[in-house]
């Protein structure tokens, strides 16, 4: 461990501050006592020794002849071992410009199947008549994973195999123990220490029961993916050591909207809620949007014991039949869930958004609310698509704040679009579960007007805090998209050509409006699902960053995650920095960004208040960036 002093994530810090370091020096390198010496000031010596080992095990850096250097420079190569029937390897290394390298068993160091090595490429191994360039493994890095979860197959003369979870595991081992288990029945193994030229061996540790018993199958991805579903000994006691309820003394400083009337949206089975709405009129013709997120961070101290599982967890897991929460239940399922005619702490921004959708003014504020009514998607949905006569009598001003909400998700949607943003419309697939638990069908989702007013709602909150931080110049955490390969379009254009589905423009530096216009050409077609699927495997991943560099499928410039500090990490490092920025700024002060040359704003108790620049403007400096 860093120490107590330092904070979750401060182990990142201290690797990349290592590399940084070793990159500079290059393949000459640094012995051990100059980095501890170069780091003394900030970081203990056992820290840097134990993050030095880290990066050796992760392939990242490496000791020779008592220097340490990038892995990089030092002309070796980090790739994972499969061991072929003769003792002999083949090492693959992904993304390297040679992808697999043979390696004779004598010189593989006593590294084993699915094992990361360091590998050193020999003289004269090029490829010659189409035989694979030879290697040698310098080291093995790491271990293997300790653990696997699979099934035993009975093999002739009594010896069992496990057949692993993971279809792309090419580790097989000799299991023992089990012996009068069926071969449906999952277990988990633990793997013995292998010795060179020793084929891998395991013993069961654990029974899960048989893949036909309800459940069991959850317990496999658990244990697979090493989800932990218990919290430490004492951390649920100590959540639940914290208040049902807000305390009056917990208001203090606080804007007080208990009396504007919020709802909140979720799922029909969701257990917790930490997002709410709500929508007024203004008297121009537009709206007042509030986007109000439980505010986690006044529970859950940074760098507390709270704080450090919730790192450690990074986000909650759900499963059809139950969910993995990143925080203990008192506080996912209770004090910081907005449940109706209760009070609770929140961080609310407010945006007041023009009759043409563009946000003109945003603020920020910590916040206390009390949520009208907890209402489903289904259910918002037939009120406004199905209305009946008794609805006025039973829901009162929650129908009006409804109009008024998809009044104003058209808008927001027909901006966002207009601006390039790519609306991919593959609803995701619901597991339905008879009374025992058994999956007896999978329906798609729908993807209703309900749904559509959440995500319009919290797209516009989150890119309102993401230009609040980034106009900041402080350190901050935001939600990154970058564009797609050109490699990537290419194949995309390829295979949509025979479609006759042409995809326009410059691939080397593409526009998100060229991809929505293949996705328009195709909606509601029978083909619709499939090209939706192509376009969106063409996409890069999104991350997470510290720059902000914004997010290219909204077509957004400033984009961050803001609105789920129950079940995301990052939500709650981003909920911490508005905190900071509310708490720190002085009453009046200047501001200044990028894409906003002369914006008027003024500070009132904590809040912020924008005058908006016209994307359209925006876009002529961002190119296919565009801000809301």
Same mark, same amino acid.
């Given at each position: 461990?860093?120490?107590?002093?330092?904070?979750?994530?401060?182990?990142?810090?201290?690797?990349?501050?290592?590399?940084e370091?070793?990159?500079?020096?290059?393949r000459?390198?640094?012995?051990?006592?100059?980095?501890?010496?170069?780091?003394?000031?900030?970081?203990?010596?056992?820290?840097?020794?134990?993050?030095?080992?880290?990066?050796?095990?992760?392939?990242?850096?490496?000791?020779?002849?008592?220097?340490?250097?990038?892995?990089?420079?030092s002309?070796?190569?980090?790739?994972?071992?499969?061991?072929?029937?003769?003792?002999?390897?083949?090492?693959?290394?992904?993304?390297?410009?040679?992808?697999?390298?043979?390696?004779?068993?004598a =010189?593989?160091?006593?590294?084993?199947?699915?094992?990361?090595?360091?590998?050193?490429?020999?003289?004269?191994?090029?490829r010659?008549?189409?035989?694979?360039?030879?290697?040698?493994?310098?080291?093995?890095?790491?271990?293997?994973?300790?653990?696997?979860?699979?099934?035993?197959?009975?093999?002739?003369?009594?010896?069992?195999?496990?057949?692993?979870?993971?279809?792309?595991?090419?580790?097989?081992?000799?299991?023992?123990?089990?012996?009068?288990?069926?071969?449906?029945?999952?277990?988990?193994?633990?793997?013995?220490?292998?010795?060179?030229?020793?084929?891998?061996?395991?013993?069961?540790?654990?029974?899960?029961?048989?893949a036909?018993?309800?459940?069991?199958?959850?317990?496999?991805?658990?244990?697979?993916?090493?989800?932990?579903?218990?919290?430490?000994?004492?951390?649920?006691?100590?959540?639940?050591?914290?208040?049902?309820?807000?305390?009056?003394?917990?208001?203090?400083?606080?804007r007080?909207?208990?009396?504007?009337?919020?709802v909140?949206?979720?799922?029909?089975?969701?257990?917790?809620?930490?997002?709410?709405?709500?929508?007024e009129?203004?008297?121009?013709?537009?709206?007042?949007?509030?986007?109000?997120?439980?505010?986690?961070?006044?529970?859950?101290?940074?760098?507390?014991?709270?704080?450090?599982?919730?790192?450690?967890?990074?986000?909650?897991?759900?499963?059809?039949?139950?969910?993995?929460?990143?925080?203990?239940?008192?506080?996912s399922?209770?004090?910081?869930?907005?449940?109706? =005619?209760?009070?609770?702490?929140?961080?609310?921004?407010?945006?007041?958004?023009?009759?043409?959708?563009?946000?003109?003014?945003?603020?920020?504020?910590?916040s206390?609310?009390?949520?009208?009514?907890?209402?489903?998607?289904?259910?918002?949905?037939?009120?406004?698509?199905?209305?009946?006569?008794? !609805?006025?009598?039973?829901?009162?001003?929650?129908? !009006?704040?409804?109009?008024?909400a998809?009044?104003?998700?058209?808008?927001?949607?027909?901006?966002?679009?207009?601006?390039g943003? &790519?609306?991919?419309?593959?609803?995701?697939?619901?597991?339905?579960?008879?009374?025992?638990?058994?999956?007896?069908?999978?329906?798609?989702?729908?993807?209703?007007?309900?749904?559509? &007013? &959440?995500?319009?709602?919290?797209?516009?909150?989150?890119?309102?805090?993401?230009?609040?931080?980034?106009?900041?110049?402080?350190?901050?955490?935001?939600?990154?998209? =970058?564009?797609?390969?050109? !490699?990537?379009?290419?194949?995309?254009?390829?295979?949509?050509a025979?479609?006759?589905?042409?995809?326009k423009?410059?691939?080397?530096?593409?526009?998100p409006?060229?991809?929505?216009?293949?996705?328009?050409?195709?909606?509601?077609?029978?083909?619709?699902?499939?090209?939706?699927?192509?376009?969106?495997?063409?996409?890069?991943?999104?991350?997470?960053?510290?720059?902000?560099?914004?997010?290219?499928?909204?077509?957004?410039?400033?984009?961050?995650?803001?609105t789920?500090?129950?079940?995301?990490y990052? !939500?709650?490092?981003?909920?911490?920095?508005?905190?900071?920025?509310?708490?720190?700024?002085?009453?009046?002060?200047?501001?200044?960004?990028?894409?906003?040359?002369?914006?008027?704003?003024?500070?009132?108790?904590?809040?912020?208040?924008?005058? =908006?620049?016209?994307?359209?403007?925006?876009?002529?400096?961002?190119?296919?960036?565009?801000?809301?």
């Amino acid at each position: 461990m860093i120490g107590a002093s330092h904070l979750p994530g401060d182990e990142a810090v201290l690797r990349a501050a290592l590399v940084e370091r070793l990159e500079r020096a290059g393949r000459k390198g640094l012995a051990t006592e100059e980095l501890v010496g170069q780091l003394s000031a900030e970081w203990p010596e056992a820290a840097v020794r134990q993050a030095m080992t880290v990066l050796a095990d992760a392939g990242e850096a490496v000791e020779w002849n008592r220097r340490w250097m990038p892995v990089a420079a030092s002309g070796w190569l980090v790739g994972e071992v499969q061991v072929l029937e003769s003792g002999d390897a083949v090492v693959v290394t992904a993304g390297a410009e040679v992808p697999a390298w043979a390696v004779r068993a004598a =010189d593989l160091k006593g590294a084993g199947v699915g094992d990361a090595v360091l590998l050193r490429p020999l003289k004269k191994s090029g490829r010659r008549a189409g035989r694979m360039p030879r290697a040698a493994v310098v080291r093995r890095l790491g271990h293997s994973r300790r653990t696997l979860v699979g099934t035993l197959e009975q093999l002739p003369g009594g010896r069992r195999r496990l057949v692993s979870f993971d279809p792309r595991s090419r580790l097989d081992p000799w299991v023992e123990g089990g012996d009068d288990l069926a071969e449906d029945v999952y277990v988990v193994v633990e793997l013995d220490e292998r010795r060179p030229g020793l084929e891998a061996q395991a013993r069961v540790v654990e029974v899960l029961g048989s893949a036909a018993t309800p459940g069991v199958d959850v317990e496999v991805v658990l244990r697979h993916y090493e989800i932990p579903e218990v919290f430490p000994a004492g951390l649920e006691e100590s959540a639940g050591e914290l208040p049902k309820n807000p305390r009056k003394a917990d208001f203090k400083g606080r804007r007080d909207l208990r009396r504007t009337l919020t709802v909140t949206i979720d799922g029909a089975t969701a257990r917790d809620f930490d997002d709410a709405i709500s929508v007024e009129e203004t008297d121009a013709g537009g709206w007042r949007l509030g986007v109000h997120i439980a505010d986690v961070a006044h529970y859950v101290d940074e760098g507390g014991a709270l704080d450090l599982e919730a790192y450690r967890r990074g986000t909650s897991v759900y499963f059809p039949d139950r969910a993995v929460p990143m925080l203990p239940e008192h506080l996912s399922n209770g004090l910081c869930s907005l449940r109706p =005619d209760v009070p609770r702490l929140t961080m609310s921004a407010l945006m007041t958004i023009d009759e043409r959708g563009k946000v003109v003014r945003r603020r920020f504020a910590e916040s206390v609310i009390r949520s009208g009514r907890r209402l489903t998607y289904e259910e918002v949905t037939r009120l406004l698509e199905e209305p009946r006569p008794g !609805d006025r009598e039973e829901y009162g001003e929650v129908l !009006d704040l409804l109009r008024r909400a998809k009044a104003l998700m058209r808008k927001l949607l027909e901006r966002r679009l207009a601006r390039g943003s &790519i609306d991919f419309d593959l609803p995701e697939g619901d597991v339905i579960l008879d009374t025992e638990g058994f999956t007896v069908g999978v329906r798609p989702g729908q993807r209703t007007v309900a749904h559509r &007013i &959440i995500e319009e709602f919290m797209i516009a909150a989150n890119e309102a805090v993401a230009r609040e931080l980034d106009g900041a110049a402080e350190p901050a955490l935001y939600r990154l998209h =970058d564009p797609p390969s050109k !490699d990537a379009l290419e194949e995309l254009r390829d295979t949509l050509a025979p479609l006759g589905l042409p995809l326009k423009g410059d691939l080397a530096a593409p526009q998100p409006s060229a991809l929505q216009a293949v996705l328009r050409r195709v909606e509601g077609r029978p083909e619709e699902p499939f090209v939706s699927s192509l376009v969106l495997r063409s996409m890069q991943r999104a991350v997470y960053s510290p720059e902000s560099r914004g997010h290219y499928a909204l077509a957004s410039r400033h984009y961050t995650h803001f609105t789920s500090p129950i079940r995301r990490y990052p !939500d709650l490092v981003v909920h911490r920095r508005l905190k900071a920025r509310l708490r720190g700024r002085p009453v009046e002060e200047p501001m200044e960004e990028a894409d906003h040359p002369s914006p008027l704003h003024r500070v009132e108790t904590g809040e912020r208040l924008v005058e =908006d620049q016209d994307p359209r403007i925006v876009h002529q400096r961002c190119g296919d960036l565009d801000a809301l």
